[in-house]
């Protein structure tokens, strides 16, 4: 098995769900509440860049990692 650091966003939503014990019923549910908090993350920091630095447009932080997910939400 992986560690965290080697896997994409995707793969890191789905684990969180399931280590939270989510019933099955609701995972669809919880993936979706993950993803959009993810996003709102991403943009906020997007924001908080733009403010540091007016000068050069800011673009949403990468996501390469799932220690990049388990950062943002």
């Known amino acids: 098995m992986s560690n965290a650091l080697g896997i994409g966003p995707t793969v890191m939503i789905n684990r969180i769900v399931a280590r939270d014990a989510t019933p ?14 993810l ?6 920091e997007q924001a908080q ?4 630095n007016p000068t050069e447009p800011a673009s949403k ?3 390469v990692t799932g220690a990049d997910v388990d950062r943002l939400v």
């Open 49 to 52: 860049a733009q403010l540091l």
């Open 39 to 44: 996003e709102n993350a991403r943009a906020a």
């Open 61 to 63: 932080p990468q996501m």
């Open 24 to 37: 099955l019923a609701a995972h669809l549910g919880k993936v979706a509440e993950l993803r959009m908090k």
